[in-house]
């Protein structure tokens, strides 16, 4: 028996998000319930292609912050990478997905996050350094201003946004959804879940990185503990601990 088996645990990512973290905790024993607190939408108009192609015409590296923004890209970039631009990537997802979309990775951050992506960035770029950061509308500035503050010249483009739940007529309450546990993956899944979620009972909330937990404890909501690394796995060994 796992520390987890048993366990029931809501998750409150995108819909299409929610199916693949649900299918690995339950090959753990643990019984997800799944309630799409986010959505994404892609950004595309004729003037972000053209921002975006005339940025890569010189650009030294690409960035990516996550898988969407790389299918994203994907969308709005159609032609081959540039040999010379090196990409950069936060987590293993990211990679993955950028090695099949623009067919290679140069820098990973080891951490999974943006802040340890943009110490590792500013210890590579001189200035002058031409960055082209592709990441969701409401990102923070940490990488562009780490970068700027090394030297380094960021171009900054929006490629999908990621919208949160709106407010319920009728909320669910956390009683009739029956989790004992709560994952909270980023800051607008904090907000679509107080939109969606009335919490009648307690439940142990887990977050993800400090940028959500920030936002859970804005929130009022109690945090049992944050990932130590940003992925499910690193909230299911939070789990563990916890449990």
């Known amino acids: 028996m796992t520390e987890l088996e048993g366990q029931t645990v809501l998750l409150t990512r995108a819909e299409e998000d929610n199916e693949a ?3 690995r905790l339950a090959a753990v024993g643990a019984r997800p319930i799944a309630l799409p607190c986010i959505r994404t939408e892609a950004i595309d108009s004729p003037e972000l292609r053209a ?4 940025a890569l015409a010189d650009a030294d590296w690409l960035v990516f912050t996550s898988r969407r923004g790389v299918e994203a890209f994907a969308t709005l970039h159609e032609s081959a990478l540039l040999p010379d631009i090196r990409v950069a990537v936060v987590g293993a997802a990211t990679a993955a997905a950028a090695n099949d979309t623009v067919g290679r990775v140069d820098l990973t951050s080891e951490a999974g996050t943006a802040a340890s992506l943009a110490r590792s960035l500013a210890e590579r770029v001189a200035p002058g350094t031409r960055v082209v950061i592709a990441v969701a509308e409401n990102a923070g500035p940490t990488l562009p201003e780490a970068l700027q ?3 380094a010249t960021c171009t900054r483009l929006n490629l999908y946004r990621t919208v949160a739940a709106p407010p319920a007529a009728k909320k669910y309450t956390l009683s009739a959804l029956g989790a004992d546990n709560v ?4 800051p607008s899944a904090v907000t679509g879940f107080i939109n969606q979620v009335d919490m009648d009972i307690s439940a142990e909330i887990f977050t993800i990185g400090p940028s959500t937990t920030a936002a859970a404890h804005a929130a009022g909501l109690t945090v049992e503990a944050q990932a130590e690394y940003p992925s499910l796995e690193g909230l299911m060994e939070a789990m563990r601990c916890a449990h």
Do not use: M
Not at 51 to 54: I, N, P
Not at 183 to 186: G, K, N, P, R
């Open 21 to 23: 973290w649900a299918e």
């Open 51 to 54: 921002a975006l192609a005339e």
């Open 149 to 151: 503050a090394a030297g």
């Open 183 to 186: 994952l909270l993956a980023s």
